[in-house]
Nanobody, 124 residues
């Protein structure tokens, strides 16, 4: 599975961005897809995840109500819509695929494939 993340950039606090993660290769039997982020000097943290079938979504407390994860199944693409951005949202954002049924969505070591990061910078 190959993952291509895009959509990062510089935005002012209160603004919005939409990240995309396009999956290719052996994407069948995908259990879920998650977004994680890592700020300089900090550990990678869970942001949001989507269970493919049956569909369900999961969010960290820090982004709940501001971020929305969605999918375009036909395009094998998952999106992360980020509204009301804050300076503390500044980080490199990564998407990852979990192919093991029943695996955790919030633990990074549950994911099998990772894309390259896309940088989100929120200015105050």
């Amino acid at each position: 599975v190959q993952l291509q993340a895009s959509g990062g950039g510089l935005v002012q606090a209160g603004g919005s961005l939409r990240l995309s993660c396009a999956a290719s290769g052996r994407t069948s039997s995908t259990y879920g897809l998650g977004w994680f982020r890592q700020a300089p000097g900090k550990e990678r943290e869970f942001v949001a995840a989507l269970r493919w079938n049956p569909f369900n979504t999961y969010y960290s407390d820090s982004v709940k109500g501001r971020f929305t994860i969605s999918r375009d199944s036909a395009e094998n693409t998952v999106y992360l819509r980020m509204n009301s951005l804050k300076p503390e949202d500044t980080a490199e954002y990564y998407c990852a695929v979990n192919k093991v049924y029943g695996g955790s969505f919030v633990l990074a070591n549950s994911y099998d494939y990772w894309g390259q990061g896309t940088l989100v910078t929120v200015s105050s």
